[in-house]
């Protein structure tokens, strides 16, 4: 039991160190596909702009212009020969598709590239990849615009997509239309670069002024990059972990306690106690498992109370025919005539008939009790089966008048599932058990419904009071224990009875007989489960 539990609390800690050893790595790696992509979102915007005017302008003229904005922008720009760059075939299409692709250095500096033309790449080393590049992006465009008239700025801006520039871009008219301060503004006109930083959204935005007007260019917001701090995942992992582990740790408590009651009940059952009972908690596994260690114990306590039972009726059985078998072994040794010899010789042969009937019921019964019988169902007319076990009877005696009263439903309804062997022995016991105890008369009849099925013996003897009818199914039982020979048995007749409507889902039941006597009746269902 306890070995169980250990291996619980400790694949419960075990996934708690699995947990937090895979919670950093993919927090890690999620950090790290976090930081690439940012990368490429802060660089993408200036890399494109500077690539898109290359393209524009005549070769002679491209070192020039390139050398004059590396310094401004403080980026060593270089043009390289497509077929000299060395990028395998998937940054290849990554550039073609106007993507930008950062290759770091070092934890700050990266060679960002991007595609001039099908010829030419543009490659620049960035000291550090941060915020402050979209400075360089605002100072860039800005220096594009100033080329257009401010009527034409507008459209010209709404051709360059969010996504070719990586962060949005808007034009405004004036400084007083944008939630700017006096010294904001002050700024701007002077021609100077805002920006402006809001610890509630972590994003991050940036103003420019036009030199010739009053229009404002807004480069934002950019969303500042937050990497997940590692510890603080860490703890709230854990936290959930052991919040859910007290949880389980409390859960399988309850469980381990309960199993312990059903270990001891079990221990105390092995030893002899066989009146122990496990109280049934719930309708979990464990409740269920509780109530079939009863069923089972119930079950083999049965059989133990079977046994002894047995072992009193056999040998209470036994003692008579033995006794009169030893009588007559005497009797032969003292008879002068051959007549004599025979008698007893006869009377020998009956005791051993007996011991064989008795011996056969004896088998039948425990069959029938100790275990669940292989059962035949085949459709069978029941009536049929009534007709000649009422036949049977009838020719070995002629005191008793004993009618079978045909049933009269419809052929259909005659024919039932049922084991023929065993049936035809029920309705035996009855008719037997019933010719012995009746004055004159015995009836017996089968009727059926939808449902169920019935038989009904009758007879017009002493009858059996009421407060006797569960007695008389006990095995070994007899209502006068000093009938003879010739007018008692061996007390199962019944007991197999009801045993065989037991396994055929049915009742035996007791009443008073309209004859006057007793009527013992057969009630089971039409159809059985298989």
């Not at 250990?6 to 895979?22: A, H, N, T």
């Not at 011996?359 to 459709?379: C, G, H, I, M, W």
């Not at 007018?487 to 007791?510: D, F, K, P, Q, T």
Request: hydrophobic share 40%; with cysteine.
């Amino acid at each position: 039991m306890s070995s169980i539990f250990l291996r619980i609390y400790g694949g419960l800690l075990f996934s708690l160190v699995l947990v937090s050893v895979l919670s950093g790595i993919v927090v890690t790696i999620v950090n790290s596909v976090r930081l690439v992509e940012y990368r490429e979102d802060m660089a993408s915007g200036t890399f494109r702009l500077v690539s898109d005017v290359l393209s524009s302008l005549p070769g002679d003229e491209r070192q020039k212009w390139l050398r004059d904005w590396g310094y401004k922008l403080s980026i060593p720009f270089s043009m390289v020969p497509m077929d000299q760059a060395g990028f395998d075939e998937d940054t290849a299409k990554q550039l073609i598709r106007g993507d930008v692709d950062v290759r770091m250095l070092n934890e700050t500096s990266a060679i960002i590239t991007s595609q001039i033309d099908d010829k030419w790449l543009l490659q620049g080393i960035v000291p550090e990849i941060s915020e402050q590049m979209a400075s360089g992006t605002m100072i860039f465009l800005r220096h594009l615009l100033q080329e257009y008239s401010p009527q034409q700025r507008s459209a010209i801006l709404a051709q360059q997509s969010p996504e070719s520039l990586g962060i949005p871009v808007i034009l405004a008219e004036s400084p007083a239309s944008l939630q700017l301060t006096p010294l904001q503004q002050n700024q701007l006109q002077q021609g100077g670069i805002v920006t402006v930083l809001s610890i509630r959204d972590e994003t991050l935005q940036l103003y420019a002024q036009m030199t010739d007007s009053d229009q404002v260019l807004r480069l934002g917001p950019i969303r500042l990059l937050n990497l997940y701090p590692f510890k603080l995942i860490l703890t709230i992992g854990l936290f959930v972990l052991l919040s859910i582990s007290l949880a389980i740790y409390i859960l399988v408590r309850g469980m381990e306690t309960r199993l312990r009651k059903l270990e001891r009940a079990a221990t105390r059952f092995s030893r002899g106690d066989f009146d122990v009972r496990v109280n049934v908690e719930g309708a979990d596994s464990i409740g269920r498992l509780s109530m079939a260690f009863n069923a089972m114990a119930d079950h083999i306590q049965r059989l133990l109370d079977l046994q002894k039972e047995m072992i009193r009726g056999v040998s209470h059985e036994l003692r008579t025919p033995v006794a009169r078998l030893r009588f007559g072994l005497d009797l032969i040794a003292d008879a002068e005539t051959q007549q004599q010899r025979e008698t007893q010789l006869e009377g020998m042969d009956q005791d051993i008939e007996e011991l064989d009937h008795l011996v056969d019921e004896f088998l039948t019964y425990a069959n029938l009790e100790q275990s669940a019988p292989t059962l035949s169902l085949k459709r069978h007319d029941v009536d049929k089966v009534v007709a000649q076990v009422v036949g049977e009877h009838l020719r070995l005696q002629n005191r008793i008048e004993l009618d079978h009263i045909p049933c009269n439903v419809l052929n259909p309804r005659r024919f039932v599932e049922i084991d023929r062997r065993y049936i035809h022995r029920a309705v035996q016991n009855l008719v037997g058990n019933a010719c012995r105890y009746a004055d004159s008369k015995v009836q017996v009849r089968f009727s059926s419904t939808q449902d169920t099925c019935r038989i009904d013996v009758d007879d017009d003897g002493p009858g059996i009071p009421e407060e006797q009818w569960e007695r008389v199914f006990s095995a070994f039982s007899r209502l006068d224990d000093s009938r003879t020979r010739k007018s008692g048995g061996y007390g199962l007749g019944l007991s197999i009875v009801r045993r065989i409507m037991y396994w055929h889902g049915g009742r035996a039941l007791i009443s008073h007989s309209a004859l006057g006597g007793a009527r013992f009746s057969l009630v089971w269902p039409r159809k059985q489960r298989h």
